[in-house]
């Protein structure tokens, strides 16, 4: 259980009946056998597509509270890779006819952008696990219903059959939705020759119809040739909701499978909850109303983010003179640093965000606010190596009291 004895751990570990097991959160562990006393502790987790919240609650008190943002690079790094080796085998390899059948997907597989979102949760639990004693988690899920988000009045069989119902394919539904003409010129150009455009990139944005949009081939050809911009903007995407649609199960049922008393909550009790106590909206807020709403907050919360380990890519992508690529192998220690190392600098703790073989790094919080462009090595401490899921101390700020008989805006 957490101590508030500094004083008593500092002389514990000064006379070796203690070890520093991790800075961030600090951590001992005692040298010697002791008896064990604990209270029960709950764990809420308020599962997310962009952001997790996290906090572990006795009946009293809060003890830990985080919030952790996930990784949201995986389809595009996917996309590149995807595009290189599509391009490599183009100019390398000979056809060859498909020799057997070996792309059946195993059961229960999901898309790997999904699966590591789903395991760093699994790996942000297992981590509270291994400083605290847990006895039960309750995890928040949430069902989407994207065909209500996008008509609210949708009902009866236009419910079950969508947008798309009668088209071949949806080229064919964009060009009607959009009247078969040019949504740039509306038709001024006279081309009739009528280009499906992707307004955001086909690699991140894919092929839905919120991201298509009808144009001749005149402007079509403009704007690749940035003669003109368009003033679109792509439709709403469901990409968070289709998550949390896939993942609800998957991640709670691990759960089940490593950990003996799970439980589930909805959005809607949590929601209810904050609102009858007159709390702030965040995460780890929400993740306090899933544990113990009535536990005191910590006044220290952790601010974590999960970061990419190793970059394998042998070459940069974009392409010289000459048809080369210049070499992507960085050393991975440049003056006995490494990339997301914490380090201490003029009084403050920041992570290492990029190097130069000269010696001067850019240095930043995990929220992205810059603490230098450019550290000389020799004024660096380095306090923790990297890690995939980074820490950062931080303190609450309570928000300001609203004085009785004063409106202010909302």
Not at 147 to 175: A, C, T
Not at 354 to 369: P, V
Request: proline share 4%; glycine share 6%; charged share 30%.
């Amino acid at each position: 259980m957490p101590t508030k004895c500094h004083g008593k751990v500092k002389h514990m570990l000064r006379d070796g009946r203690a070890k520093v097991v991790q800075r961030t959160p600090f951590t001992i562990r005692l040298t010697y056998e002791s008896t064990t006393y604990t209270q029960p502790i709950a764990l809420g987790i308020d599962a997310g597509s962009k952001t997790v919240g996290i906090s572990a609650t006795t009946d009293d008190e809060e003890l830990y509270s985080a919030e952790l943002t996930l990784r949201n690079d995986i389809v595009d790094l996917l996309s590149t890779r995807r595009q290189f080796r599509s391009a490599r085998r183009n100019r390398k390899t000979r056809y060859r006819q498909p020799r057997f059948n070996n792309r059946r997907k195993p059961k229960g597989w999901v898309a790997p952008s999904i699966q590591h979102k789903i395991d760093t949760h699994l790996k942000a639990v297992a981590q509270i696990h291994n400083i605290l004693p847990i006895t039960h988690i309750i995890v928040e899920v949430a069902a989407f219903d994207i065909q209500k988000i996008k008509n609210p009045d949708v009902s009866g069989e236009k419910y079950q059959q969508g947008d798309q119902l009668g088209f071949w394919n949806v080229r064919e539904y964009v060009l009607f939705r959009d009247g078969h003409k040019c949504q740039h010129c509306k038709g001024k150009s006279k081309d009739r020759i009528l280009n499906v455009h992707h307004i955001e990139s086909r690699k991140t944005g894919g092929d839905a119809p919120n991201n298509l949009i009808t144009l001749c081939e005149t402007c079509h050809d403009k704007h690749h040739d940035g003669e003109i911009k368009l003033k679109v903007k792509r439709g709403a995407s469901f990409k968070d909701t289709a998550f949390m649609g896939i993942m609800r199960w998957a991640f709670y049922n691990r759960l089940k499978e490593l950990y003996p008393s799970v439980n589930l909550t909805y959005g809607y009790i949590t929601k209810n909850t904050r609102i009858r106590n007159g709390l702030e909206k965040s995460h780890r807020t929400d993740a306090r109303c899933i544990a113990n709403v009535k536990a005191t907050s910590s006044d220290i919360w952790y601010r974590q983010k999960a970061v990419r380990r190793n970059n394998r890519s042998l070459h940069k992508a974009t392409i010289n003179k000459g048809g080369y690529r210049k070499a992507n192998q960085a050393p991975k220690f440049v003056y006995g640093f490494q990339l997301f190392d914490k380090v201490r600098y003029g009084g403050q703790e920041c992570f290492v965000f990029s190097r130069r073989t000269s010696g001067y790094f850019d240095l930043r919080m995990l929220d992205g606010t810059k603490v230098h462009a450019s550290a000389n090595y020799k004024k660096l401490k380095l306090l923790e190596t990297a890690n995939t899921i980074l820490f950062e101390r931080r303190t609450r700020i309570p928000p300001p009291p609203i004085e009785v008989g004063v409106s202010c805006a909302t």
